[in-house]
C-alpha cells in the first residue's frame, strides 16, 4: 500500500486541487507541498531498503486473463528517480506559488502538476511494461495540459499540441515495442523482461523492438530528430519548463533507456541507434543555443544538448558510461531546473526575456545574478562545480570509443563542451555591462521563497561539486547498483584525478568556448543575427507543421472522394451491401431435408394478399398523398398483428394491434408539420433522365432485396427447426417462473435483465423527444392555422376543441368516449393482471391505458384534458425504472443475484390464497414506464398545435409556458 | 402457408427498400415502417410456423414440442416496443428537421439540380 500511496496521492491531491475555488493561491500550494512531502517522506524512508539493494514489489490484479498485473516496484534506479521528482517538485510547486499571478487560474494549473507528478511517479514505479506505457501516455497528456495553460495564447496551443502529437506518437511506437518485447519474453513483468536480455538479444524480433522502443524514448527526450518540439514547450509557464521540460518528463526517455539497458543493451545496434541520436542532439542543440535570444529557448536548447550528452552515454553502454550517464541526470536536473527558475525571476522581475535586451542585471538583482552565474558555471562544466564532474566522466567515456586510432567522438565532446560554455556564456551576459534602461518593468530581488528554490540547488550544486564522495556517492551507488546488478564498475567520484586527457578536454573546452564566445560576439554580430548559421534550413517544427497540414488535407480529400454527407448514396450502398455480403460469408447450404409443411389456407392468403397490397400501396402513395400512404400502412400493421394471433402468438399480437394505433396517433400528429406536396403541379418524369434512371435503379434494388428474403425465410421454413433453448423455457415457466403465460415469463423473469434495459432505452427515447421538442420551430408556412380549420361554413369554426366536445358537432362522440376511459382503464388492470398466466402483460396494458388516455386528447383538447386531469408523464418514467430496479435489487437483499425472482403465497381474507411472484412488481414497473413513454411523447407532440397558433419568433417565454406546462 | 409468408415478408421488405431510397423524411418513415413489419416477421417465421399452439402451458408436466417456440416471441415483442419508440424519435426529427432547415428532404435541403 505504501508504493501504492505514492503514486496515489498526487492523482488524489490533483482532484483536491482542481475543487478549490480560483483565488485559493495559497492554499493550493499547501496542498500540493504537503503531497509533495508525504512523497518524500515516505520514499526516503525506504532509504535503508534501497541502500542494502532490496528490490520492493507491490502486486494487484489488472487483468489476470491476460496475464496483466499492476505492480509497483521500486529498486535503487526507481528510488533515486522518485526522490529527484518529489524533490524538484517540492521545490518547484513553492516557486510556483509566486510565479503565478493572482489573475490566472491557479487551480487548474496546481491541479495538472499534481497529475503529472502523479504519473511520473507512476512511470518510475512501474513494474509491469504495459502499465508503464499507460503512465508515459499520461505525462504526455499533462504535459499537454500544462504546456497549453495560457490557451488564449496562440503559441501555447501550437506547442501543446507539437509536443503531445509529437511524445504520444512516440508512446504509441513505445507500446508497440513493449507488445513485441511481451512476445518475446512471454511477460510484461519488468523483473523478468530485465532477466531474459540474452534471450531478447538473440531473438529475431530485436531490431523491431529496439527501433520501437528507441523511438518512445527518443521522441521523449526530445533527441534529433525529434527535438524540436521542445523549444515550443517552452510557451509554458516557467514553473512547467523547469520541472517536466528540463528536469523530470524529457528524463523519463533516457530513463526508460537506462532501465531497460540489461534488456536490450550491448550491441552494435543499440550503439548505432541510440549513440547516434545522442551525438547529432548535443551537437546541434549546444551550437543553435548559443544563436538564441530568448532567455527559455537558450534553456531549452541547452536541455536538448545536454539529454544528448546522456543519451549518447547510454549509447556507448559500457557500465561505466552509465554511471556516467545516472550522474549527469541528477545534475542537470539539479542545475537545469535552478536555471529555469531564475530565468523565470527576471522574466517576472523584468517582463522580460530577450537576450538582446537584458543587461546590467547583476545591480538590481545581485543574488539572483550570483545563483544564475553559479548554475550557468555548473552547465559549463566549471570545475569544483557539479557538471564538472560528470562532464569529465563524459570525456573519459568518449576516448574509449572507436579505439586508438578513431577519435571523432572525443572531437565531439569537446566541441560540445566549447558551444556550451558559450551559451553559457551568453546566459550570464544578461547580467554585466551598463544597467539596461529600456525594461519594461523596474526590477526588483524576488519574495524571498520565490528564491529559496534556487539558492537550495544552486548550494546542490556547489556540494556535489566540491565534496562528491560524501554527498552524492552513496545515492549514484544505490541507483548504479540497481540498474546495472554485477556489471557494476568501481568507479572514483573525486575532483581531481591527476593531470589526464579527459582534464585536457575539459580545459581546451573552456578556454576554446570562451575565445568561441568573444570572437562571434566581436566578428560575427551574435546579439542582433535573426538565423542560426548553417542549420537554419532544418527546422523540424516547420517540416511538422507541414506534415500535419498535409496529413489533414489528405484526410478532407479521402473524406470528399469516399465519403458523402448524403443520405441516399449511403442507405443504397447499405442495401447492396446486404444483398452481396450475406452470401459472400455463409457457408455452403445445408442438405435439403422438407419438413411437413403447414396446410395453405386460403384466408390466410387472402388476407396477406390486402396485407402486401397495402404495403405496395403505401409504397406508392407515400409521395404525395400521406394520409393516404398512413392509413395503407396502418393495414399492413393490422394484417401482421392478425398473423401473429394466426401462428400462435397472442402476445404478440395484443402488442402490435396497440403498437399500431399509437403509432398512428403520432404521426397524425406529425403530419400538420410537413410541407404540402401536390401531384399535379410536379413535372411528369421524362423517360431516361437522370431521376427515372434513379428510380429504375432503386427498383431494382428494392425488387432484389425483397426476393432476397423472401427466398431466405422460404428456405429456413422448410427446414427442420435446429435444438433451441426455447425447451427450457416451454418446460419451466411454471415451475420456475411461477406463469403460464411462457413469453411474458420470458420477459419479467427469465430475460428481465433484457427488458430492464428495454424499459430504459424508452425512457431515455421518452426524454429525448421530449427535448427534441422543446427546441421544435416549425416553418412558417406551417405556422398558421389550417385551412380546413378557417372554412367560414364550418359551424366548429371558432370553438375551442372542448366547446366542440361538449356542446358541439362532437357532443356524442363526447359522451360515450368519456364513458369508454373507466372500461378502458379497467381493461387494462385486466390485461396486466392475467399477464403472467395468459396473453396480456405490463407492456400490453400500458399501451391500453395510455391509449385510453389519448382517446380523450383527441377528443376535447389538451387544454381541457389537462385541466382536469394531472397526468405527470416524467414521474411515471422515473417511477416505473425506480420499481423495476427496486425489484432487482430486492434479490440482493435475500442473497440471490440481481433480478431474481421470487414467489410469494399469500392468504388473504375473502380472496384465499394468491400467487405473488416479484415479478409481478417488475411487470409493474414496466407497465408504468411504458404509460409514461407513451403519453410523454404523445403529449409534448400534440402541445405543439397549441404554439402553432403563433408565428414562431414571438415571445420564447410563452413558447416554454405552452411546451413545458405543468403538466408535461 | 411458409410460401404465403415468404411472399409477404419479401413484399413488406421490398416496398421498405424502395421508399427508404427515396428523398422525403416521410417517405423514409413508412419505409422504417415497413421494413420492421418485415423484419419482425422474418425473426418469428425462425421459429417456425405454429397453428393452435400458443406458448401457454397451464399444466406441469407437457411436451415441449407441442407449443411454439416462445423465445423469437420474446425477441419479437420487445423489437415491437423498441420499434415504436424509434418511429416516435424519427417522426421528432423528421418534423424538427423541417422547422430547421425549411425543406423535408432528408439532406435538410433540396437537391442542387
Request: neutral net charge.
Amino acid at each position: 500500500m505504501l508504493l501504492a500511496s505514492l503514486v496515489l496521492v498526487p492523482f488524489i491531491g490533483s482532484l483536491l486541487a482542481a475543487l478549490m475555488p480560483q483565488s485559493a493561491r495559497n492554499h493550493e500550494s499547501w496542498l500540493a507541498i504537503a503531497v509533495a512531502s508525504y512523497g518524500l517522506i515516505v520514499a526516503g524512508a525506504l532509504y535503508p531498503e534501497m541502500a542494502a539493494g532490496e528490490v520492493l514489489r507491490e502486486e494487484s490484479a489488472w487483468l489476470p486473463t491476460k496475464g496483466l498485473a499492476f505492480v509497483l516496484r521500486v529498486d535503487g534506479l526507481a528510488w533515486v528517480f522518485t526522490m529527484l521528482v518529489l524533490a524538484i517538485g517540492l521545490l518547484v510547486v513553492l516557486y510556483a506559488r509566486y510565479y503565478m499571478s493572482a489573475d490566472d487560474p491557479v487551480p487548474r494549473f496546481f491541479s495538472f502538476l499534481l497529475a503529472f507528478m502523479g504519473s511520473m511517479l507512476g512511470v518510475v514505479l512501474s513494474g509491469n511494461l504495459v502499465q508503464l506505457v499507460v503512465f508515459w501516455e499520461l505525462t504526455s497528456l499533462t504535459s499537454f495540459l500544462l504546456i497549453g495553460y495560457w490557451h488564449h495564447r496562440a503559441d501555447a496551443r501550437r506547442g501543446a499540441r507539437m509536443a503531445f502529437t509529437v511524445t504520444a506518437t512516440g508512446g504509441l511506437c513505445l507500446m508497440a515495442g513493449v507488445l513485441v518485447l511481451g512476445h518475446i519474453v512471454g511477460s510484461y513483468d519488468l523483473d523478468v523482461v530485465l532477466a531474459a536480455g540474452d534471450r531478447i538479444r538473440a531473438h529475431e524480433l530485436y531490431l523491431a523492438a529496439l527501433v520501437l522502443v528507441a523511438l518512445g524514448a527518443l521522441t521523449k527526450s526530445a533527441q534529433f530528430p525529434f527535438h524540436f518540439w521542445l523549444p515550443h514547450a517552452m510557451a509554458a509557464p516557467t514553473p512547467v519548463s523547469s520541472y517536466l521540460h528540463s528536469a523530470t518528463m524529457v528524463k523519463a526517455g533516457v530513463f526508460l533507456l537506462a532501465r531497460l539497458w540489461p534488456a536490450l543493451a550491448g550491441t552494435p545496434e543499440w550503439t548505432w541507434i541510440v549513440g547516434g541520436a545522442g551525438v547529432c542532439t548535443l551537437l546541434l542543440g549546444a551550437f543553435i543555443a548559443i544563436f538564441q535570444h530568448d532567455l527559455k529557448g537558450l534553456l531549452a536548447y541547452s536541455t536538448i544538448s545536454h539529454l544528448g550528452l546522456i543519451t549518447v552515454l547510454i549509447g556507448i553502454g559500457t557500465p561505466l558510461a552509465m554511471v556516467a550517464a545516472i550522474f549527469h541526470i541528477l545534475n542537470h536536473a539539479t542545475f537545469k531546473a535552478s536555471l529555469f527558475m531564475a530565468a523565470g525571476i527576471i522574466d517576472h522581475e523584468t517582463g522580460t526575456r530577450d537576450l538582446r535586451v537584458l543587461r546590467g542585471l547583476r545591480h538590481k538583482l545581485p543574488i539572483t545574478a550570483t545563483l544564475a552565474i553559479v548554475a550557468s558555471a555548473a552547465m559549463a562544466g566549471v570545475p569544483l562545480l557539479n557538471g564538472f564532474l560528470s562532464k569529465e566522466m563524459f570525456f573519459a567515456e568518449t576516448l574509449s570509443v572507436g579505439g586508438e586510432r578513431n577519435w571523432w567522438m572525443s572531437y565531439a565532446a569537446v566541441a560540445m563542451g566549447m558551444f556550451s560554455v558559450a551559451y553559457s556564456l551568453r546566459f550570464i551576459s544578461i547580467f554585466f555591462g551598463a544597467p539596461a534602461q529600456d525594461l519594461p518593468r523596474d526590477p526588483h530581488e524576488p519574495p524571498r521563497w520565490m528564491r529559496f528554490p534556487v539558492e537550495l540547488l544552486v548550494l546542490a550544486c556547489l556540494v556535489v561539486g566540491v565534496a562528491p564522495a560524501i554527498s552524492i556517492a552513496p545515492v549514484l551507488e544505490i541507483a548504479v547498483a540497481a540498474t546495472l546488478g554485477a556489471a557494476a564498475p568501481s568507479y572514483d567520484l573525486a575532483v581531481w584525478h591527476g593531470f589526464n586527457l579527459p582534464l585536457l578536454m575539459s580545459m581546451l573546452a573552456l578556454a576554446g568556448g570562451v575565445l568561441l564566445y568573444v570572437v562571434l560576439r566581436r566578428h560575427f554580430d551574435l546579439q542582433r543575427r535573426e538565423r542560426v548559421p548553417l542549420f537554419h534550413h532544418f527546422n523540424g517544427a516547420q517540416v511538422f507543421e507541414t506534415t500535419m497540414l498535409q496529413v489533414t488535407r489528405a484526410a478532407g480529400w479521402l473524406l470528399r472522394r469516399l465519403g458523402t454527407t448524403r443520405l441516399q448514396p449511403q442507405l443504397l450502398l447499405m442495401m447492396i451491401a446486404l444483398l452481396i455480403l450475406p452470401p459472400l460469408l455463409a457457408g455452403t447450404p445445408p442438405a435439403w431435408t422438407r419438413i411437413a409443411l403447414q396446410g395453405f389456407d386460403p384466408l390466410f392468403a387472402t388476407i396477406w394478399a390486402i396485407g402486401g397490397g397495402c404495403a405496395i400501396a403505401a409504397a406508392w402513395m407515400a409521395k404525395y398523398h400521406r394520409l393516404a400512404a398512413l392509413a395503407l400502412v396502418g393495414g399492413t400493421g393490422i394484417v401482421t398483428a392478425a398473423t401473429f394471433l394466426w401462428l400462435s402468438a397472442p402476445d404478440l399480437a395484443l402488442t402490435q394491434l396497440m403498437v399500431e394505433t399509437v403509432t398512428t396517433v403520432l404521426i397524425l400528429l406529425g403530419l400538420r408539420w410537413l410541407p404540402p406536396r401536390i401531384e399535379a403541379a410536379a413535372a411528369p418524369l421524362a423517360p431516361f433522365s437522370r431521376a427515372s434512371l434513379r428510380r429504375a435503379r432503386d427498383l431494382l434494388v428494392a425488387v432484389a432485396g425483397g426476393l432476397a428474403i423472401a427466398a431466405l425465410t422460404y428456405a429456413v421454413l422448410v427446414h427442420p427447426a435446429s435444438d433451441t433453448i426455447a425447451d427450457f423455457f416451454l418446460l419451466n415457466a411454471l415451475g420456475g417462473g411461477g406463469g403460464s403465460n411462457v413469453v411474458n415469463v420470458l420477459l419479467v423473469d427469465f430475460r428481465s435483465f433484457d427488458t430492464l434495459g428495454e424499459i430504459t432505452v424508452l425512457a431515455i427515447v421518452a426524454l429525448t423527444v421530449y427535448a427534441l421538442l422543446r427546441r421544435f420551430r416549425p416553418a412558417p408556412e406551417s405556422a398558421a392555422i389550417p385551412a380546413q380549420q378557417r372554412n367560414e361554413a364550418d359551424p366548429a369554426r371558432g370553438q375551442t376543441p372542448a366547446e366542440q366536445a361538449n356542446s358541439g358537432y362532437l357532443m356524442v362522440a363526447g359522451i360515450y368516449l368519456r364513458l369508454l376511459l373507466p372500461f378502458m382503464g379497467v381493461i387494462a388492470v385486466y390485461f396486466f393482471m392475467r399477464g403472467h398466466n395468459l396473453p396480456g402483460g405490463g407492456f400490453v396494458a400500458g399501451l391500453v391505458f395510455a391509449v385510453a388516455i389519448l382517446v380523450q386528447y383527441m377528443l376535447a383538447g389538451t387544454v381541457w384534458v389537462e385541466s382536469h386531469l394531472s397526468l405527470r408523464p416524467h414521474r411515471w418514467l422515473g417511477l416505473g425504472l425506480v420499481l423495476a430496479c427496486a425489484t432487482g435489487l430486492g434479490a440482493w437483499l435475500f442473497g440471490h443475484p440481481f433480478l431474481t425472482t421470487h414467489t410469494a403465497h399469500v392468504t388473504w381474507p375473502l380472496v384465499g390464497e394468491l400467487h405473488l411472484p416479484s415479478a409481478f412488481v417488475f411487470d409493474l414497473g414496466v407497465f408504468t414506464v411504458v404509460v409514461g413513454t407513451t403519453m410523454l411523447m404523445l403529449v409534448a407532440l400534440a402541445h405543439q398545435s397549441l404554439r402553432g397558433h403563433r408565428l414562431p419568433g414571438e415571445d420564447g417565454a410563452e413558447d416554454r409556458q405552452a411546451a413545458g406546462g405543468r403538466t408535461i | 402457408m411458409e410460401m404465403v409468408i415468404a411472399i409477404a415478408v419479401g413484399v413488406m421488405f421490398a416496398s421498405g427498400i424502395w421508399l427508404i431510397l427515396r428523398p422525403r423524411t416521410f417517405q423514409l418513415i413508412i419505409g422504417l415502417m415497413l421494413m420492421s413489419y418485415a423484419v419482425n416477421i422474418f425473426i418469428f417465421a425462425m421459429g417456425r410456423l405454429w397453428v393452435d399452439k400458443p406458448p401457454i402451458t397451464p399444466l406441469p408436466d407437457i411436451d415441449p414440442a407441442q407449443f411454439a417456440d416462445p423465445l423469437p416471441q420474446g425477441l419479437v415483442l420487445t423489437a415491437i416496443v423498441i420499434g415504436f419508440a424509434t418511429t416516435a424519435l424519427y417522426l421528432v426529427m423528421m418534423i424538427g428537421a423541417r422547422g430547421l432547415t425549411g425543406s423535408d428532404h432528408v439532406d435538410g435541403e433540396e437537391p442542387r439540380e
